[in-house]
């Protein structure tokens, strides 16, 4: 099958690939790109480890196709930390224990960024609610919880 | 789980999707693709073509129209969930909506694939069939509209014809003395319901003027409960009532045995879903 | 995972006229949407193939079809198909009997009994479907079986249903499938049971 | 002067044992540079992919490959037959058994593999696999454990009709595996026969699945030039997976590299030794190239490393005090379709003789018999140490049941049988030394902290209203650390752990154990052992394990051995360069070695102030100034082989409240208090904890892998199979006491496993005890709304007026 040329930008620099249609766009992000931060669990779409952030959104790039990526923004996990270092969703996470075999770490985090962005000021409640779609098997979700309140907490201060 | 090969299509108008789907042989429509690429990739559906209809402005949105809510068949759960409009006129859907699936799978299904998609265990049409929904289609023979009432035909199958897309989804608005109720019983986030009861009523005085009752994933696609909306519509409802319309709405469902429940379980939960709507309902009708 | 089945079709002709269909094993496959005698090894055993649409999901199977018993007396017939979805992933077995009964007016009935057993990723995964769509395709080719029974006769009725019998599609289809339900219905209306 | 204070400042700066330092891992995974398997790519890199059977139980008529091979980008598709001349188309399990590596003439459960395709990328495999033509013929099928000895069964497992001789004992059934049993059985019996009270309860504990969120992978790469294997592969036991490549393969040890690189979680799935290993390993061998394999969710569920599947009846005799006098436990196991069980080789149902709990049992009879049916092969201690859990579930169902017809409250009759605080080390009546224990302060310490007599009354007020309360107690006690050479092995290899430490010449540390983490926290956790018994700062100490060609032999994580063995070897070669350090800080300061003590980070003269070398001053020294005689450098080696088990235990409590219109079930408490003796870091040890707890909830409250009458497994994704999230996932309380164990160098014991182990049975306990009062003493596992909701239906209680 012929490829396509796709165009987008992967935190905040301009990438260019040939794909398959077929192609997924966590397939893409990991295999061209070489950005292995994102990772595939369940392939479903129901696990979340492979959360990326696309056009402002969360999203599932297991469920998505490369194509679909096409002239959109990206972000993972990669492009979380700046030149002013670790971004307190990051730092949260090493601070509250928030992570263990650090597999489904990268969704949680891209998903956990996107999250205080649309609920600054969450109840542990919303918080949960809100991380639903991400699964962890190590942490039993406590302390991510608790992680994405310090966040909250910084970022406010901020 | 990878997709077989397919060809890749963008759709920039609804004409161009249709005159699309009828070029390709087989062709499918990608919205949302949280129901077709799961199925995709478990090579148990295999589209030679996919139409991608994301592109197409005139499918999204939320307007209101006089006493009508158009919603674009591309809207999103989550554009459901943040609609004014709907937070407003149509909490039903708002509430319905934040119950599908997960935060980022509501980033990418639209209410006209899950609509259209024809599983039992999708959401929206049993709420469509409270709200007494009206769908605009278009095809290649132009437009036409259909009740979401006689729309839903079995399991992957409804009335959307031959290169038919399902444009507008159109709910009337929510008025003073009508009340809403949904609820949802599923065995955890992202799963399909083990059953789903919407419920529209509206009151004259204390008086159910007229009822909705329907059923999300107890039959082979989303139903009414037309005989337990008969026993309660032009009564006063109190609970004995609600008794007779629950019994009335275990026996309408048909549900398939799986791992969520054997037919006497979800139907009886069915029930119970329905009673809580309608309770609900009822409070919020009340005023 | 198994599921069985119990279905009746009113057929729009004599029970004679059933019977005398129902060993004409190509034809009574034909009714099944989507299925069709590839080879007739000799009239107990044949091979098949099946395409399934269903929404978005499509599957082929390709099998064998033994006619293990045929009565005569009771018109009674036993059929075993078995195939394996050409990926190889998931396989189908039915195991059915079919009869034919006779019916107030001249007119008869099919009824029979199906077993139909599901085994790989369709089972796995399919399951929530399966019975359902078991369903539906039976009642599609209950559909189809009594438009040959009608088109055995004479009149507009035949016609219709020799039209119908022309139009069947090659898989199981949700708008052709819409349509003969439609016909169903309005026989039930306008056929006078 | 404030001395004190100057030393306690640098014991805190040092962030040694006791201290919640901040996980060093921890950098990486945040910012997505940690290393799976799945992301290692290396030149010319081939894919493998799976043809599987759709069937449980068939023979394989013909395997046809033309049109798989005629696919460009296609570069082999193997076979058992292409295996055979390799002899590698069967493989040894772990459990004395073998297993086919690629279905040899017949499929023995569904989805087995039965051939391989490797191709350019995962694409083409995938499109391949489909093209692989397989031609079977269907067998009657059994997956129903309690028929597989019935003389009228199909057989299973032709490669071993006749012979009757099985690995662990006689088989008596050409489907039974082993029978194996542990105590007196007359003696048990016979009390049994005299007690004043018996009950017996029987009870299943399914089939589940560990599901790690990184399911299980490699990357084969052979160099041809050099004859020299390295795998990249998800394993727990890196090492024992290099012998067994080596004994199947014929390439010496020292030509096999195998490398864990990071891995995203294992819970006992990560064990075993799969075909998908083996296949890649010869792909790679053959076509001189890397090939990678990495399972699909549905792969992963499906195929590798199942747990449980026990049927268990638990009886205790006992006098009308609720006294227990004997203990019966019965098993029949459902091992699959190969007994791949990853247990030390002489227990063929691991340590399930630790089922008489935390109780001073006087006399016990365990009977298992393992059996195959048509399901997948593999039997790990999810979360647990070798079929533990099992063990607690059954003894502490059984005490609850034995309570309920006593009338005696579950709390006192436990504490009528705790073995009392003086009696340890006590011995078990089937052979465990339990090492120590203070069963009585922890219990008294938990009901007061939920004031369990208001719970009770409570639930007595609830249910005169029709209201469905349940309080849920598990007191259980853990056997880890396996373990003692004498009584423990894998493959003839004693169960011994190893850490190699390195003081460099200015006084930072490498160290390398045998054990692997997989988000333990080992990088953070070892380094803290070796800061407290060396005196260097934990941030200076770098761990490395997993890569077989630097670490030493080790037999790696799982049932909580990491700490107890793993991490005794570390204090001990600690310890041992410390002891050397000590005799060059004798030499410097030109004194006795007798004359120093040691202070948190230096040696010192004693009774002269002043006078004292720290630990970096001596690291320096052993490289330029030892005394004559001594070899320079400063490192050592320990192979800890731990003089007994350890015994972790906890008392658990949940409270929970059935909706009785759904079945649904909502943890209102769940308060869990563990003593795993000496904590090394609280904080990593408090996240393993809400981690056990939250795969205990998923094992109790939903998983299961229920087949059908045709072997096909029900829910093989995460959309059935339960997985909670935030939102199902109750709210955890943790609590501790300390109690260290006297035979470990530092006291600990492991703590991992603990809530898994104990809250399932407590969860069982709590929705039981809703129902109590309506005599039902038991319900199977999982407690699902469904299944809940049918015992709330079948009692009426959703009668409505």
Redesign the interface.
């Known amino acids: 099958?012929a490829k396509?040329h796709v165009s987008f930008k992967l935190n905040g620099k301009q990438v260019d690939a040939l794909v398959?249609?077929?192609?997924?766009l966590v397939?893409t992000i990991?295999?061209t790109l070489?950005?292995?931060?994102?990772?595939?669990?369940?392939?479903?779409?129901?696990?979340?480890?492979c959360?990326v952030d696309l056009d402002g959104?969360?999203?599932?790039s297991c469920?998505?196709?490369a194509?679909?990526a096409d002239g959109s923004e990206l972000k993972?996990?990669?492009g979380?930390?700046d030149a002013g270092g670790?971004h307190a969703v990051?730092k949260a996470?090493?601070?509250e224990?928030g992570?263990?075999?650090?597999?489904?770490?990268?969704g949680m985090?891209i998903?956990a960024y996107r999250?205080l962005q649309e609920n600054p000021n969450p109840t542990e409640e919303e918080?949960?609610?809100?991380?639903?779609?991400?699964?962890?098997?190590?942490?039993?979700?406590?302390?991510?919880?608790k992680a994405v309140q310090t966040a909250a907490k910084t970022l406010q201060q901020a | 789980?990878?997709?077989?090969?397919?060809?890749?299509h963008k759709a920039t108008s609804i004409q161009d999707a249709i005159a699309q789907l009828g070029a390709h042989e087989d062709a499918k429509l990608?919205a949302g693709?949280?129901s077709l690429?799961?199925m995709?990739?478990l090579r148990f559906a295999e589209p030679p073509h996919?139409i991608?209809i994301?592109g197409i402005e005139e499918l999204r949105g939320i307007r209101l129209e006089g006493d009508t809510i158009c919603i674009g068949a591309m809207t999103t759960e989550?554009e459901l969930i943040h609609s004014e409009i709907l937070q407003q006129h149509c909490p039903l859907l708002v509430e319905a909506a934040r119950l599908v699936?997960?935060?980022?799978?509501r980033?990418?299904g639209t209410i006209g694939g899950d609509v259209a998609h024809g599983d039992p265990g999708n959401d929206h049409p049993a709420v469509m069939l409270a709200l007494d929904a009206t769908f605009v289609l278009h095809g290649p023979g132009g437009e036409r509209q259909q009740a979401a009432n006689g729309f839903f035909l079995g399991t992957y199958w409804n009335d959307l014809q031959e290169h038919e897309i399902l444009v507008e989804l159109r709910v009337p608005v929510i008025k003073k003395g009508v009340g809403h109720g949904y609820s949802k019983l599923k065995r955890k986030?992202?799963d399909y319901a083990v059953a789903g009861s919407p419920v529209v009523i509206e009151l004259d005085g204390e008086v159910c003027r007229d009822i909705r009752i329907a059923l999300t994933n107890v039959a082979p696609m989303a139903i009414r409960a037309e005989a337990a909306e008969n026993i309660l519509r032009g009564k006063v409802i109190d609970d004995a009532l609600i008794e007779q319309a629950a019994a009335e709405v275990l026996a309408a469902c048909d549900p398939a045995e799986d791992l969520r429940g054997d037919v006497l379980y979800k139907s009886h939960m069915a029930a119970e879903m329905a009673r809580r709507s309608i309770r609900a309902a009822l409070l919020q009708a009340r005023g | 995972m198994q599921v069985d089945l119990e279905k009746e079709f009113e057929l729009p002709g004599s029970a004679a006229q059933g019977w005398e269909f129902l060993q004409n094993i190509p034809a009574v496959a034909s009714c099944m949407p989507g299925a069709e005698i590839t080879d007739t090894i000799d009239e107990h055993n044949y091979k098949g193939k099946v395409k399934m649409k269903i929404g978005p999901a499509a599957m082929a199977f390709n099998g064998d079809i033994v006619i293990s018993n045929i009565d005569a007396q009771k018109r009674e017939l036993n059929l075993m198909g078995k195939g394996q979805d050409s990926k190889g992933s998931s396989s189908a077995s039915m195991d059915l009997t079919a009869w034919i009964v006779d019916a107030d007016g001249g007119k008869s009935a099919l009824k029979g009994n199906a077993s139909v057993t599901v085994t790989g990723k369709a089972a796995s995964l399919g399951g929530r479907m399966m019975m359902q769509v078991a369903d539906q395709i039976l009642n599609q080719f209950g559909a189809n079986f009594a438009d040959h029974i009608a088109a055995m006769g004479a009149g507009v009725e035949a016609e219709e249903a020799r039209e119908h019998i022309a139009q069947q599609p090659q898989e199981i289809n949700g708008l052709r499938f819409a349509w003969s339900v439609f016909i169903g219905w309005l026989r039930s209306l306008f056929g006078g049971k | 002067m404030d001395n004190t204070a100057e030393v306690q400042d640098r014991e805190d700066s040092l962030k040694g044992v006791g201290c919640s330092r901040?996980?060093k891992?921890?950098?990486?995974?945040?910012?997505?540079?940690?290393?799976?398997t799945?992301?290692l790519?290396l030149p010319g890199m081939l894919f493998a992919d799976m043809v599987r059977s759709p069937y449980a139980h068939a023979r394989i008529k013909s395997i046809n490959k033309e049109k798989a091979l005629a696919l460009p980008g296609v570069h082999a598709v193997l076979t058992a037959e292409d295996l055979k001349p390799l002899n590698l188309h069967w493989m040894p399990t772990l459990a004395g058994d073998v297993q086919a590596v690629l279905a040899d003439e017949k499929v023995h459960f569904q989805y087995q593999e039965v051939a391989v395709v490797i191709a350019d990328?995962?694409?083409i495999a995938a499109d391949a696999i489909e093209l692989v033509e397989v031609e079977y013929e269907e067998l009657e099928v059994l997956v129903d454990a309690h028929r597989a000895m019935d003389d009228d069964a199909p057989i299973l497992r032709e490669d071993l009709v006749g012979k009757m001789d099985g690995a662990h004992s006689t088989r008596v059934h050409n489907n039974h595996i082993f029978n194996w049993q542990a105590g007196e059985k007359e003696a048990t019996d016979r009390v049994f026969e005299q007690a004043e009270v018996t009950v017996k309860q029987d009870m299943y504990y399914p089939r589940v699945h560990p599901?790690?969120?990184?399911?299980c992978g490699c990357v084969a790469s052979f160099d041809k030039i050099n004859e020299h294997l390295t795998v990249h592969l998800t394993s727990q036991a890196p090492h024992i997976v290099r012998t067994v490549v080596s004994m199947l393969s014929g390439i010496p040890e020292s030509r096999i590299r195998i490398v864990s690189p990071?891995?995203?979680?294992g819970?006992g799935n990560k064990v075993g030794i799969y075909p998908g290993y083996v296949v890649s390993i010869v792909a790679s061998i053959v076509l001189g190239v890397p090939v990678k394999w990495v399972e699909?969710?549905m792969e992963n569920i499906s195929t590798t490393a199942f747990a449980r599947d026990y049927h268990m009846t638990g009886e205790i005799a006992a006098d009308k005090e609720g006294r227990i006098k004997a203990l019966r436990v019965n098993v029949l196991a459902d091992h699959g379709a190969f007994d791949a069980c990853a247990d030390p080789s002489k227990f063929p149902a691991g340590l399930m003789h630790i089922c008489t709990g935390s109780y001073d049992v006087p006399v016990a009879h365990l009977n298992v018999d393992g059996v195959y049916t048509n399901k997948a092969p593999g039997g790990v201690a999810y979360r647990c140490s070798f079929r533990v859990t099992e063990a607690v579930y059954v003894i502490e169902r059984t005490m609850d049941v034995l309570a309920q017809k006593l009338g005696i409250d579950k709390a006192e009759i436990r504490r009528r049988n705790f073995v009392k605080v003086e009696q340890f080390p006590y011995k078990t009546c089937l052979g465990w030394e339990l090492d120590s224990g203070d069963y009585h302060t922890a219990l008294e310490k938990v009901l007061n902290a939920v004031d369990y007599d208001a719970l009770r009354k409570e639930q007595q007020e609830k249910r005169t209203q029709g209201e469905l309360m349940g309080i849920g107690l598990c007191t259980f006690t853990e056997i880890v650390g396996a373990g003692p050479s004498r009584n423990c092995d894998i493959l003839g290899v004693g169960m011994f752990d190893s850490a190699e430490i390195r003081v460099h010449p200015t006084g930072s540390v490498m160290a390398r154990m045998g054990t692997i983490t997989?988000?333990?926290?080992h990088q953070t956790t070892y380094a803290q052992i070796i800061a407290s018994e060396l005196g260097i700062s934990s941030d200076e100490i770098s761990i490395e394990e997993g890569d077989t060609d630097t670490a030493p032999y080790g037999l790696g994580t799982y049932g909580s051995r990491s700490t107890p063995v793993g991490g005794a070897a570390t204090a001990v070669a600690a310890r041992k360069i410390r002891a050397k350090a000590q005799k060059i800080a004798a030499h410097l300061l030109e004194v006795s070695e007798n004359d120093l003590e040691w202070e948190v980070d230096r040696f010192k003269v004693k009774g002269v102030p002043g006078q004292e070398k720290t630990m970096k001053e001596v690291a320096w020294a052993a490289y330029n100034n030892v005394p004559e005689g001594m070899e320079p450098g400063l490192e050592a080696v320990d192979y800890y082989d731990p003089p007994n088990f350890t015994y972790p235990f906890g008392i658990y409590l949940c409270v929970l409240d059935i909706d009785k219109s759904t079945g649904e079930t909502k943890v209102r408490r769940f308060y869990a208090l563990d003593d795993c003796g000496t904590r090394i870091n609280p904080?990593?040890i408090?996240?393993?904890i809400?981690?056990?707890?939250?795969?205990g909830f998923a094992v109790a409250m939903g998983q299961e892998m229920p087949f059908d009458e045709q072997g096909n497994l029900l829910g093989n994704?995460?959309?059935d199979y339960f997985?909670p999230?935030?939102?199902e996932?109750p709210?955890?309380e943790t609590d501790y006491t300390v109690t260290p164990s006297p035979h470990h160098p530092l006291g600990a014991k492991g703590v991992a496993e603990s809530p898994h182990v104990g809250s399932i049975p407590c969860f069982t306990s709590a929705i039981v005890d809703a129902f109590a009062h309506l005599d039902v003493t038991h319900m199977d596992m999982p407690h699902s709304a469904y299944r809940v909701w049918q015992k709330v239906h079948e009692l009426g209680l959703d009668k409505r007026a």
């Open positions: 099958m396509q398959e249609p077929r192609e997924l397939h990991r295999e070489s950005l292995t931060g994102t990772h595939i669990g369940c392939e479903t779409s129901h696990c979340g480890a959360t959104k969360s999203v599932k469920t998505v196709l194509v679909q993972t996990v990669e979380l930390a670790l990051q996470f090493i601070e224990h992570l263990q075999c650090g597999f489904c770490t990268p985090l998903r999250f918080i949960r609610w809100g991380m639903s779609g991400n699964l962890c098997r190590c942490t039993g979700y406590q302390n991510i919880v | 789980m990878i997709p077989s090969e397919f060809e890749y990608l693709g949280h690429l799961p995709m990739k996919l991608d994301n989550n699936a997960d935060p980022q799978v980033n990418r986030t992202g | 901040k996980r891992e921890d950098a990486r995974f945040v910012q997505g540079t940690g290393r799976y799945d992301d790519k990328d995962r694409y599901c790690p969120m990184e399911t990071d891995i995203g979680g819970f699909d969710r997989q988000g333990q926290g904080m990593i408090e996240g393993q809400h981690g056990g707890l939250t795969e994704t995460l959309m997985v999230t935030f939102v996932t709210h955890w």
